[in-house]
């Protein structure tokens, strides 16, 4: 009895699930001729230390996730994926009194570029931005984790744009 209900709910899911909006994402190459794409650790002009890695991990990650294009070194691929992390900008969102911060936003802006055999520019987006706002904490610690965690965000939020950006573009 277990199994036919297990049965029925798959079958119904399958059927209506369609029609709700709900499916299942991914599939697909970046472009048509694009399977394998090296991506370069992005340029970083901000003064936050790590978000060019960042970024690039969100990418990579995001490629890997949503498409069916391999990421690859080098050596091993015929098009290459390159950025640019030009800013990290921080402003104050609130305050408790004119002296004390409690919340900041983050902006962070990158350039990224995907060339193709000869350095030939495929696709290109330029001053690509994105926020996040954090909560300041008295504790230098708990507030630069706070701020880690924004950019971080920021940088997830921003490869799944340009992935889904990337896909469609072409």
């Known amino acids: 009895m277990k199994k036919c209900i297990v049965w ?52 990579i990650r995001e490629i890997t996730a949503k498409t069916d294009t391999i990421v690859v070194g080098g050596g091993n691929a015929t098009r290459k994926i390159s950025g640019t992390v030009q800013s990290i900008t921080f402003s104050t969102l609130s305050r408790s009194s004119s002296e004390d911060v409690t919340e900041r936003e983050v902006k962070a802006v990158v350039d990224v570029v995907l060339t193709g055999a000869e350095g030939k520019v495929l696709w290109s987006v330029k001053n690509f931005s994105a926020t996040e706002s954090y909560k300041v904490s008295i504790s230098s610690v708990d507030d630069e984790a706070n701020k880690r965690e924004a950019i971080d965000l920021i940088a997830e939020r921003v490869a799944e744009r340009l992935v889904s950006r990337m896909t469609n573009d072409f």
């Open 8 to 59: 029925l709910v798959l079958v119904l899911f399958l059927l209506i699930g369609p029609g709700c909006g709900y499916g299942l994402d991914g599939g697909g190459l970046i472009d048509n001729d694009i399977t394998r794409v090296s991506v370069a650790v992005f340029e970083n002009k901000s003064t936050e230390s790590r978000a060019g890695i960042s970024f690039t991990n969100e990418l």
